[in-house]
RNA sequence: GUGGGUAUAGCUCAGUUGGUCAGAGCGUCAGGUUGUGGCCCUGAAGGCCGUGGGUUCGAGCCCCAUUACUCACCCCA
């Protein structure tokens, strides 16, 4: 048996009524905020993500999906939305223009990983962007955006996490504070953290690891080390998000694994789908366009994973109620009765009922438990007998009450079923 | 990439110290008198017990390997 490859996942029927319901209102919120929709390829040049994303990221180191085409050129399934977003706004010559530019996208994105709850090689994300505004009151837009898909989608719980993690010359100088912070803890720091040290010392307030732990809490915070510009922008967000009435924590911990983030960063996070629990994560990248090739535009946005949502929603008891069920099931006996069906079928759906029968040549029995199973509300039974003397039962399949019709009679077996 | 757990019918799972152990429930299909659903009853189909080795007179049960699934680390959505 050839079985799908490791990491993918198949959405079955039932499971849709969850993803139509998330498509749907991630749709509405961002159309309620202004936010168009973008869509661009599936993959792009390898480049594209080692410069956007960041060369020594993980998820570009270890995690991408890249090939040569016949051309042998390097292509790169793609591992997240925004890189390409700032791909597409520069090569359509967007960066200049009426600003703010506001997009949103729903994609599946690529990384090979090792698959846990809440993570797949192949996953799927809803992004909005926010670009050529570089205010905090932008900021608190695409956050209040956020907040405001999550209570649609019913999930609670989900807290929102925010940190700033400066631009590059105060981070510079918060780097080697907390560099010589974990110095005087060195013995006690894990392997991993160790190497860190030199390497990326941010990372290692992300550690998981409780002994690593203890000691981030005791870090010196990004926040204390901003220059003036990024600890006033964080300043009015956070009374941006007060205003708005939006709750979050200043998290230092928040740090983000992509090279492109600077200044507000922020996660949303579940904690009961598991250890991947951050059901939506973003912030601003003010530098991407200028990475990647492009002109100077600053951004903010974020990405929301939608399985991880699927499982928030299933945890927070959200039911969805799917309602296909047809208006009518025709039980058919014989060939004539069957093409007859059909063109009642036909009719019916022309008016926007939906309408089925027999496709199998079950026993009347079999149908009925059939056309019960599919949630018909009406089932119309049509044998020789009905096609000679041009009267069917029709029965209501709640109360089980039966009516005669003339099942040539289009228009008073659509007002029936309206009954 | 590193660990732990699990692999028996479509699904959820039983299978006792290796010797009628190939099972149950649900689902599916067919019946329960002549053309009528939901409850109930009866019956049927459906598994080389993940795969490949090994130990043994004998393995679903033991050992090794392998693959897949799963959870966690890492990282991220």
Redesign the pocket.
Do not use: W
């Given at each position: 048996m050839i079985?799908?490859p490791?990491?993918t996942i198949d959405i079955l029927p039932e499971e849709m009524p969850f993803w139509h319901f998330i498509e749907k209102t991630a749709r509405d919120t961002a159309a309620l905020y202004g936010f168009e929709e973008i869509r661009f390829p599936t993959f792009e040049s390898t480049e594209l993500f080692t410069r956007g994303v960041g060369d020594t990221?993980?998820?570009v180191q270890k995690?991408m999906y890249t090939f040569r085409d016949r051309e042998n050129r390097s292509l790169t399934l793609r591992p997240?939305g925004t890189a390409s977003v700032a791909r597409s706004l520069v090569e359509n010559g967007r960066c200049s223009g009426t600003m703010p530019i506001k997009l949103y996208y729903l994609i599946n994105c690529f990384?090979y990983?090792?698959?846990?709850?809440?993570?797949?090689r192949e996953?799927y994300?809803f992004g909005c962007e926010l670009y050529g505004a570089s205010s905090a009151s932008s900021d608190a837009t695409v956050i209040s955006l956020a907040d405001t898909l999550i209570r649609r989608l019913g999930i609670k719980g989900a807290r929102l996490h925010v940190n700033s993690i400066g631009c590059p010359t105060c981070r510079a100088a918060y780097r080697t504070a907390l560099q010589e912070y974990f110095r005087s803890h060195t013995e006690e720091l894990c392997e991993?953290c160790r190497t860190r040290l030199e390497t990326n010392p941010l990372?290692i307030l992300?550690?998981?690891?409780p002994v690593c732990t203890g000691i981030a809490n005791g870090a010196p915070k990004t926040i204390d080390y901003l220059c003036e510009e990024c600890a006033a922008h964080m300043t009015l967000l956070q009374s941006s998000l007060d205003a708005m009435g939006i709750a979050y924590t200043v998290d230092p911990k928040i740090?983000?694994?992509?090279d492109y983030y600077t200044r507000t960063v922020f996660?949303f996070i579940s904690p009961m789908i598991?250890?991947?629990?951050?059901?939506?994560?973003?912030g601003r990248y003010d530098g991407l366009t200028k990475d990647i090739g492009g002109p100077a535009l600053c951004g903010v946005g974020?990405?929301?994973?939608i399985?991880?949502l699927v499982l928030a929603m299933k945890e927070s008891g959200v039911e969805i109620e799917d309602s296909h069920a047809p208006a009518l099931y025709i039980?058919s006996?014989g060939e004539q009765a069957s093409i007859r069906a059909a063109a009642i079928c036909a009719r019916l759906r022309e008016q926007g009922l939906t309408a089925e029968y027999d496709l199998i040549g079950?026993?009347?029995?079999?149908q009925?438990?059939?056309?019960?199973?599919i949630g018909a509300r009406y089932t119309l039974?049509?044998?020789?007998?009905?096609l000679q003397t041009g009267t069917?039962?029709l029965?209501n399949?709640?109360t089980?009450t039966?009516t005669e019709i003339d099942p040539g009679d289009t228009d008073t077996l659509i007002t029936a079923l309206y009954e």
């Open positions: 079985k799908k490791r990491g990221t993980d998820v995690e997240e990384r990983e090792k698959p846990q709850a809440g993570r797949s996953f994300q991993t990372r992300d550690c998981k690891s740090v983000r694994g992509l996660e598991g250890a991947q629990s951050t059901i939506l994560g973003g974020f990405a929301a994973g399985t991880r039980a006996m079950r026993s009347l029995k079999a009925m438990k059939y056309a019960d199973k039974m049509l044998g020789e007998n009905e069917a039962q029965k399949m709640q089980g039966q």
